[in-house]
C-alpha cells in the first residue's frame, strides 16, 4: 500500500515564469535554496541536494504540468519510486502551483506534506522578488 498528498501554493507569476524555474538548475536551486541538476527534457533523470532526491522528468506540458518519478534517500529499500505531478494553474494572483505526489511510502504522508510546504516558503521569497 501507498500514500498520496496534495499542496498547494499560490505565486505571483505567470506559470510559463514558474515552469522554466522548475526546468532550470540554477532558477530551481536559487529558489529551493539546495542544489539542483536538472534538464527541460523528457526522460533526463535529476537530483536535488547532492542526490538527497532523485528521478526523471516522466511528462512535460508546456507551461502547465510537470510530472516526475521522485525517490528520497529516506525510502526504504524496495520502495518503488513515487510519482509527483506539478500543476501550474494561471489564475488573478498569478499561478497555483499544486504538487499531487502519489505512491509514498505508508506513513510517510505527513512528512512529505510538510516537505512540500518547507519547500514552498523560499519558492514564494524568490518570486516575490521578481
Do not use: A, Q
Given at each position: 500500500?501507498?500514500?498520496?498528498?496534495?499542496?498547494?501554493?499560490?505565486l505571483p507569476v505567470k506559470p510559463r515564469e514558474v515552469y522554466e524555474a522548475w526546468l532550470d538548475s540554477d532558477k530551481h536551486s536559487a529558489f529551493a535554496g539546495k542544489e539542483v541538476k536538472i534538464e527541460r527534457k523528457v526522460g533526463s533523470a535529476f537530483s536535488i541536494d547532492g542526490g538527497e532526491i532523485t528521478g526523471e522528468n516522466l511528462k512535460l506540458y508546456r507551461f502547465n504540468k510537470i510530472v516526475q518519478s521522485w525517490r528520497s534517500v529516506d525510502f526504504p529499500e524496495d520502495a518503488e519510486?513515487?510519482?509527483v505531478?506539478?500543476?501550474?494553474?494561471?489564475?488573478p494572483e498569478g499561478t497555483k502551483l499544486t504538487v499531487q505526489h502519489e505512491k509514498l511510502p505508508d506513513g510517510d504522508s505527513a512528512k512529505y506534506r510538510k516537505g512540500w510546504r518547507d519547500y514552498f516558503k523560499p519558492m514564494k521569497e524568490y518570486f516575490s522578488q521578481e
Open positions: 500500500m501507498s500514500e498520496s498528498i496534495k499542496v498547494s501554493v499560490k519510486d513515487s510519482i505531478t506539478i500543476l501550474l494553474d494561471e489564475i
